[in-house]
């Protein structure tokens, strides 16, 4: 049976992290996605990273992280 993507999304909790909240990398087991040409929001570095991250609870998500200041930039899907 095929489930559809709207329906997977449903059965995912997401993660909880905040836009600006400091990169906690071990506690989120991340891994690395993209990288995105786009400026820092706290430190105008000209690079961000794209990271899957997975907390302690098994609850999941995608965030962009200055590799400068380890700050959140943005939550993506």
Same mark, same amino acid.
């Given at each position: $049976?095929q489930?559809?993507?709207?329906? @997977?999304?449903h059965d995912?909790?997401? !993660? +909880?992290?905040?836009v ?8 989120w087991?991340a891994?690395?996605d $993209?990288d995105?040409n786009?400026e820092? @929001?706290f430190?105008f570095s000209?690079? !961000? +990273?794209?990271?899957?991250?997975e907390d302690?609870?098994g ?10 200041c380890?700050?959140v930039?943005?939550i993506?899907?």
């Amino acid at each position: $049976m095929q489930r559809s993507l709207s329906n @997977l999304a449903h059965d995912l909790v997401p !993660i +909880t992290i905040n836009v600006g909240e400091d990169f906690k990398s071990i506690v989120w087991k991340a891994q690395y996605d $993209m990288d995105f040409n786009t400026e820092c @929001l706290f430190c105008f570095s000209e690079r !961000i +990273t794209g990271y899957r991250v997975e907390d302690e609870a098994g609850h999941s998500g995608k965030v962009a992280v200055c590799p400068h200041c380890e700050k959140v930039n943005a939550i993506y899907a």
